[in-house]
């Protein structure tokens, strides 16, 4: 059974920085691409980034976020991080760590974790 655990969040002043971790089991973790998604309330579940599996060094930044935020992967310890600097209000959301993507910058993935909550007060 695949599960995925994310941990990090809070509430925090913007400009601050927070570093989301995602520890997964069940799985393969170094074979498999891992996203990180966000939805704030009324709005749809939005790319933020994702690193591919082992073998591929690409990464992808959702454009609100690049230049800001960084994802890395230590496949040891089936973790997968989000590095966030320079927060902003419009950053807070429920962020969701997501592996098996079917389209890398969508929602098609296959496993979801159950999310944190990261909150930016202005």
């Known amino acids: 059974q695949v599960q995925l655990v994310e941990s990090g969040g809070g509430l925090v002043q913007a400009g601050a920085s927070l570093r989301l971790s995602c520890v997964a089991s069940?799985?393969?973790?170094?074979?498999?691409?891992m996203g990180w998604f966000r939805q704030a309330p009324g709005k749809e579940r939005e790319f933020v980034a994702a690193i591919r599996r082992v073998g591929y060094s690409t990464v992808y930044y959702g454009d609100s976020v690049k230049g800001r935020f960084t994802i890395s992967r230590d496949n040891a310890k089936n973790t997968v991080y989000l590095q966030m600097n320079s927060l902003k209000p419009d950053d807070t959301a429920i962020y969701y760590c997501?592996?098996?993507?079917?389209?890398?910058?969508?929602?098609?993935?296959?496993?979801w974790g159950q999310g944190t909550q990261v909150t930016v007060s202005s």
């Open positions: 997501a592996a098996n993507a079917i389209l890398i910058t969508t929602p098609q993935y296959d496993y």
């Open positions: 069940g799985l393969t973790f170094s074979r498999y691409t």
